[in-house]
């Protein structure tokens, strides 16, 4: 059995992620930590109980991780998640946040990859505020990990938030640098262009949330924004380089965290994060040349055998 621990952010795309490892046969999931990211940490935390309770999973332990960036203020995806990061269509009944652990989210971390070392994938899929703090404070944990799932970053200059960054990447360039330079366990990175080249259909969202399940009625209320959105969104848009489609990022990550088998990678390559250009602040840097001499080495997605990865979102919401 896989043993999970998530970091989220909960949009609209780590609620599929999520339960996307819920359905997954052979995958334990030892904890869902929550920071701030595509909304506030409260609402992450909110949404992330949101999701458990739909899918009868409210015994998975949440932790509450950082509020903010190790340096500088939140960004917000409220304009594509919505204001509460699920697509504004709130549950009257969510769940309280008396139903978060005590524990902190770094604490957890820590405490869940100690109790089983070697054993446990962390699948982060929000800025990297919580890992990078985790790693300051037990610079052991990599090393105990069985391995790290990264959505986020790019590989070549395209940024879907800044010029040049990619949200997860650009909301908290320091911790995204850490992790990148600290983390040395085998990692593999859904950057913002293989999410962009692996799309899904619109017509397969359509039979995806035409499901009968409340599961499908719940994804199919959180995801109207999404499709108002991108459907008037011209950045949006020309992102589509290869035909129309939905780009549910850290869903990519959790396929590759269940199943490597499903994804195809580049060559191993040493990465980091520039943390000072004006307009490239947060962009992931390759050094296909390993001018920067380190020893430890990425993969970086290139391709999910689709057919597959449909099947794993059909099954999630079942
Ligand atoms: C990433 O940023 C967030 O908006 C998504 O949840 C995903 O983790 C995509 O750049
Ligand atoms: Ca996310």
């Not at 946040?97 to 604490?107: C, D, F, I, N, P």
Request: glycine share 8%; proline share 5%.
């Amino acid at each position: 059995e896989k043993k999970l621990v998530l970091d989220v952010d909960t949009g609209v795309d780590d609620a599929q992620a999520i339960m996307m490892a819920l359905a997954a046969p052979n995958v334990e999931v030892l904890g869902i930590t929550c920071v701030s990211g595509n909304t506030s940490l409260e609402n992450s935390c909110r949404n992330t109980l949101r999701v458990l309770k739909v899918c009868q999973r409210l015994e998975i332990p949440v932790f509450s991780g950082a509020a903010e960036p190790l340096v500088g203020h939140p960004l917000s995806a409220g304009s594509f998640h919505g204001q509460d990061g699920l697509g504004d269509a709130p549950d009257p009944d969510a769940p309280g946040l008396e139903l978060l652990q005590t524990e902190g989210a770094v604490e957890a971390i820590i405490r869940l990859v100690n109790e089983n070392p070697g054993e446990v994938c962390l699948v982060a899929m929000a800025p990297l505020t919580n890992l990078a703090l985790a790693v300051k404070i037990d610079p052991t944990l990599p090393q105990k990990l069985k391995g790290l799932f990264i959505m986020g970053g790019n590989t070549d200059s395209r940024g879907n938030t800044t010029v040049c960054g990619e949200f997860n990447f650009a909301a908290d360039p320091e911790a995204a640098y850490i992790v990148l330079n600290r983390f040395f366990c085998p990692t593999y990175i859904a950057t913002w262009e293989f999410c962009c080249e692996n799309k899904l259909p619109w017509s397969f969202c359509d039979n995806w949330l035409a499901q009968d399940s409340d599961k499908a009625r719940f994804m199919k209320s959180i995801f109207k924004h999404t499709t108002d959105t991108v459907a008037t969104c011209a950045r949006y848009q020309r992102e589509m380089t290869a035909g129309p489609g939905f780009v549910s990022c850290d869903s990519y990550a959790m396929a590759a965290a269940i199943d490597d088998s499903f994804v195809w990678v580049s060559e191993p390559v040493a990465v980091t994060v520039e943390l000072q250009g004006t307009y490239t602040r947060g962009m992931m840097v390759l050094d296909k040349l390993g001018v920067l001499e380190k020893e430890h080495q990425v993969l970086i997605m290139r391709t999910v055998d689709l057919e597959s990865f449909k099947g794993m979102l059909m099954d999630s919401l079942k």
